[in-house]
């Protein structure tokens, strides 16, 4: 475990009922046991940080150590490492490191608009982060600096070597340790706080004050532990709420009350070396130490202790945390000895990884959710199925798989989970279906077949029970079952059903991918490629359905009944809503920018809540509005709604998400695109007056046409999946999706011109927003392009003309005696055709042709090659091809090459590796380059 509890919530009345959750014997008193968890659950819904899932962020491969943290007015964040200055923009890092600041900084804090400033081993710094620059000073800063503070115009410095104040508007430093201030207990300072109209200053040996009024320092007595020689403080923390000053000491934590004087020890930091202090949103006290991360609860009196697992990737990279920070989105970094960790803040949802609600670091990419009535949680999908009575207590949860031996199941894949009519839980999976028995915990399997013994359940995708308390089951290559209930749980497990419908009586398909019963009672089935059928059960008559919609596809790959009737099916680019009764039908488009598969539907109240794979959608059922929202990076395979607490639940890969409705209601957060950097040919480019950051336009010489350009908005939480977009003016002719956890757009090989670079996110309609980020840059033509140059060209070739019509008028005039006639002069300069071809370099290429042909899955397929095949001289080949074709060999073949691949790839029945190797090519890059340079784009873009 990664974290240790020692008082938790709830815990006495958790206790009380995870028995009877577990057997499912409570169901009378079910309501009220609902009702307490769902107050439970709301109390700290979303809210709160969780400490255990930390998404760890390596600055570089030599600066691992982090000691601060600070974050500009743009809101880019600034990182105080081990070995200098960084900045990071949610992507990537950037070195801001000079000769002399490539050093430890202690301490790190925004001075104004324009300029940070921190505190090092070789003194203090002033970085200009608008520009990107070291300010110059001649102010002979104290080196060894541990802490700095601003207070109205004067910079307070602690260092090993004295507290020190600096005026920053004259430039002035004065020492404030000396034999004249007795009230400092050491002159190793270390922490320096305000609290009300006094500075607060922690020592190697002991805590003063200053008396700004007075300009007097007072020592503060605090308890001794007379295990220790000194009174050695790390960090102090101001806390208005409680009125008081965290004291973070070598050894304990101790908690001051500035107005009394009164001071109390936590004891459970006794011996612990407390190295950065904090308080979050909830104003639980963060303490960072040589031990790992401690929360503490005074509401409550708990204490959560984080350290690291080398097992989970998830957890805090680092026992020793030397700096907290919150930034304006609340989430919460931590620096340590090892890289930064990082608590992402979620206002609206609540992120649950697998790990926390199993205790174990196994995986599943969840396709089905569920609720039973008793209030369990039911997660299947690729391996097994996971039974949790909360999603808070690990310790609760079973873990259904095969071949388990005490709790197994028929098969990992898990396709559907449902609650009879009479409490009974049922499992559709790759292994045919299963009952859950309760007070056992084990699941009772049934195989099911035909009257004919020709199709069985093997592979079952769906069920419900019917009006007559008849299961309906979905399976593949076994087409529908109908059983009776009661007589197959009485069974031994092997059970021929009543009812089978198959391919041979009017399915279209024995591919079955959903059953949904109407409110009529009729069935209607999706089956994979093969469209929607209704069945209706008075006769059992089997009718094909046809989706006439607004787009090529007819390929449905989901179906939902709502509350009020009406069926939704999904398709690639939206979805139809239809009314079974008449069979009408309404298209609604869900993204006009891209086509997205949909994975899952779930319905709450007005809306249905639709997640693709480009996002996650509400729409309003009855004006039919779609919103797209931003939501958590993932493909949310699975949703459930849960009625009793008012909680939607999306599954992906190893965890869920849950948030409420009222999600809708949030206002969006709109963080404004910059570019964080730009690379010219490789190397990071410079104006040299203002950073990259702040810039709307650049100039650029025509040898600097590579560029990367490096964007972001700054918004650091998972609040926000935001979809960027980007669009070059005069080379893109559509907008482009930028890859998801990147954000770096190329561009190589520009011709000299006008560009404008436009990044944008995708809005609430699935549209790139109306008002983008925009930079603007010209590529200068080289001067041989240029208009003047043009001009030289024209007046020398006019030049050179009236030359030779001078020459040669003299030398006529010289021969004959008299000037040549203006027809001769022009016989005189017309060269003579060239000769016809001979016919038998047709036959010549012919065999080139046919040799290139035969051989283009041959790397080695050369000139030289191209001779011993041929019988002809290497010579011979290039003149005649280059004579031809205008082109040297090798890039003949080249040519055939990629002409033969263009053909493979537009057949859709290669991957791009397998027509890369199929026409002799072994690099993807190079493959890639090729292709681009004789069509104008990659290989993926020519089959897309």
Same mark, same amino acid.
């Given at each position: 475990m990664n974290f240790v509890i020692f008082q938790i919530k709830f815990a006495s009345l958790i206790k009380k009922f995870e028995i009877a959750y577990n057997f499912g014997i409570m169901k009378k008193h079910k309501q009220i046991m609902m009702l307490i968890f769902a107050l439970a659950g709301l109390c700290g819904y979303g809210q709160k940080a969780d400490y255990r899932i930390f998404d760890n962020i390596a600055v570089s491969a030599e600066a691992l150590g982090v000691n601060c943290f600070t974050q500009d007015y743009s809101g880019l964040l600034w990182i105080g490492s081990h070995k200098g200055l960084y900045s990071y923009d949610g992507f990537s890092a950037q070195p801001h490191i000079s000769e002399e600041t490539n050093t430890r900084i202690y301490c790190l804090l925004v001075l104004d608009e324009n300029r940070l400033c921190f505190g090092?081993?070789?003194?203090?710094?002033?970085?200009?982060?608008?520009?990107?620059?070291?300010?110059?000073?001649?102010?002979?800063?104290?080196?060894?600096?541990?802490?700095?503070?601003?207070?109205?115009?004067?910079?307070?410095?602690?260092?090993?070597?004295?507290?020190?104040?600096?005026?920053?508007?004259?430039?002035?430093?004065?020492?404030?340790?000396?034999?004249?201030?007795?009230?400092?207990?050491?002159?190793?300072?270390?922490?320096?706080?305000?609290?009300?109209?006094?500075? /607060?200053?922690?020592?190697?040996?002991?805590?003063?004050?200053?008396?700004?009024?007075?300009?007097?320092?007072?020592?503060?007595?605090?308890?001794?532990?007379?295990?220790?020689?000194?009174?050695?403080?790390?960090?102090?923390?101001?806390?208005?709420?409680?009125?008081?000053?965290?004291?973070?000491?070598?050894?304990?934590?101790?908690?001051?009350?500035?107005?009394?004087?009164?001071?109390?020890?936590?004891?459970?930091?006794?011996?612990?070396?407390?190295?950065?202090?904090s308080l979050d949103r909830d104003k639980n006290l963060l303490a960072g130490t040589d031990n790992g991360l401690y929360i503490y609860s005074e509401q409550d009196g708990s204490v959560q202790h984080i350290v690291h697992d080398s097992r989970n990737d998830k957890s805090l990279a680092n026992n020793i945390v030397w700096g907290i920070f919150f930034d304006r989105e609340q989430n919460i970094w931590l620096g340590t000895d090892y890289n930064i960790s990082l608590v992402r803040q979620n206002k609206a949802f609540r992120v649950i990884p697998i790990s926390q609600i199993t205790g174990i670091g196994d995986g599943n990419r969840f396709h089905v959710l569920f609720r039973d009535s008793c209030g369990n949680f039911w997660m299947g999908g690729t391996n097994g199925l996971i039974f949790a009575p909360s999603l808070d207590n690990p310790a609760l949860s079973i873990w259904y798989r095969m071949g388990d031996a005490k709790f197994s199941i028929a098969h990992n894949r898990i396709r559907d989970i449902y609650e009879d009519k009479t409490g009974n839980l049922w499992v559709a999976s790759d292994g045919s279906i299963s009952k859950y028995n309760y007070k056992e915990k084990q699941f009772i399997r049934y195989s099911l077949v035909d009257s004919t013994h020709t199709y069985n359940s093997n592979w079952a995708y769906y069920l419900f029970e019917d009006d007559m308390n008849r299961l309906w089951i979905a399976t593949c290559l076994g087409g529908i079952f109908v059983v009776d209930k009661q007589k197959l749980m009485q069974s031994q497990? /092997?059970?021929?059903?009543?009812?089978?419908?198959?391919?041979?009586?009017?399915?279209?398909?024995?591919?079955?991918?959903?059953?949904?019963?109407?409110?009529a009672g009729n069935v209607w089935g999706l089956f994979y490629k093969n469209g929607i059928v209704k069945i209706d059960v008075k006769n059992n008559k089997i009718n094909k359905i046809y989706i006439d919609h607004e787009t090529d596809n007819n390929h449905p790959n989901y179906l939902l009944f709502d509350h009020s009737g009406f069926m939704w099916i999904g398709f690639s680019d939206g979805l139809v809503r239809m009314n079974p009764n008449d069979e009408k039908t309404e298209f609604i488009r869900l993204n006009t920018f891209e086509d997205s598969e949909i994975l899952s539907m779930t319905e709450e109240g007005r809306h249905l809540w639709i997640a693709t794979t480009g996002g996650v959608w509400a729409l309003d059922k009855q004006t039919l509005e779609a919103r797209r929202l931003n939501m958590p990076?993932?493909?949310?395979?699975?949703?459930?709604?849960?009625?009793?607490?008012?909680?939607?639940?999306?599954?992906?890969?190893?965890?869920?998400?849950s948030f409420p409705p009222s999600l809708l209601n949030e206002p969006e957060t709109n963080f404004p695109i910059m570019l964080t950097a730009l690379y010219v040919n490789g190397e990071p480019y410079h104006s040299g007056n203002l950073s990259i950051r702040y810039m709307c336009d650049a100039k650029l010489t025509h040898k600097q046409s590579n560029l990367s350009f490096e964007f972001s908005n700054l918004q650091y939480s998972s609040e926000q999946g935001n979809k960027f977009v980007y669009r070059m003016e005069g080379f893109d002719k559509q907008w482009k999706i930028q890859k998801l956890q990147t954000n770096r757009i190329s561009y190589p090989n520009l011709e000299p011109g006008k560009y404008r670079l436009l990044i944008g996110k995708l809005d609430s309609s699935g549209n790139p927003d109306k008002n983008p980020f925009v930079f603007s840059f010209v590529i200068s033509s080289p001067w041989y392009y240029s208009l003047t140059a043009k001009c030289v060209y024209i007046i020398l070739v006019m030049a050179f003309i009236l030359w030779i019509i001078i020459f040669l008028r003299i030398r006529n005039k010289g021969q004959n005696g008299s000037l040549l006639s203006p027809n001769q002069l022009e016989n005189s300069i017309v060269s003579k055709p060239a000769e016809p071809n001979n016919p038998l370099t047709d036959k010549l290429l012919s065999e080139i042709n046919r040799i290139i042909e035969d051989h283009i899955s041959d790397p080695d397929l050369n000139v030289n090659a191209l001779s011993c095949l041929s019988g002809v001289g290497s010579k011979q080949i290039y003149r005649k091809t280059k004579q031809l074709t205008g082109m040297s060999p090798v890039e003949y073949i080249r040519s055939l090459r990629m002409k033969k691949a263009a053909a493979l790839l537009s057949e859709n029945k290669f991957t791009v590796s397998e027509v890369m190797y199929k026409i002799g090519f072994s690099s993807p890059s190079y493959f890639a380059k090729c292709f681009q340079a004789e069509f104008g784009k990659l290989p993926k873009e020519y089959t897309g």
């Open positions: 090092t081993d070789n003194g203090v710094f002033f970085y200009n982060y608008k520009s990107d620059s070291y300010e110059k000073s001649s102010t002979a800063f104290p080196v060894d600096v541990r802490t700095v503070l601003i207070c109205d115009s004067s910079l307070w410095i602690g260092s090993l070597n004295g507290l020190f104040r600096y005026n920053i508007h004259s430039g002035k430093i004065e020492k404030q340790y000396t034999r004249k201030n007795p009230g400092i207990p050491h002159k190793t300072i270390y922490s320096i706080i305000k609290y009300g109209d006094s500075l /607060y200053i922690g020592t190697y040996n002991g805590l003063c004050r200053y008396l700004s009024k007075t300009d007097t320092f007072e020592r503060i007595e605090l308890p001794r532990d007379f295990g220790r020689s000194n009174q050695f403080i790390n960090c102090l923390l101001e806390d208005t709420l409680r009125q008081c000053i965290w004291i973070g000491m070598e050894g304990a934590l101790l908690k001051y009350f500035p107005t009394t004087g009164r001071t109390e020890s936590l004891s459970f930091f006794r011996n612990n070396s407390v190295k950065s202090l497990g /092997y059970y021929v059903a009543e009812k089978n419908f198959n391919t041979q009586n009017g399915l279209p398909g024995s591919f079955v991918n959903q059953i949904i019963p109407d409110k990076n993932q493909l949310f395979s699975a949703g459930f709604y849960d009625k009793t607490t008012q909680t939607i639940y999306l599954g992906a890969s190893d965890l869920l998400v």
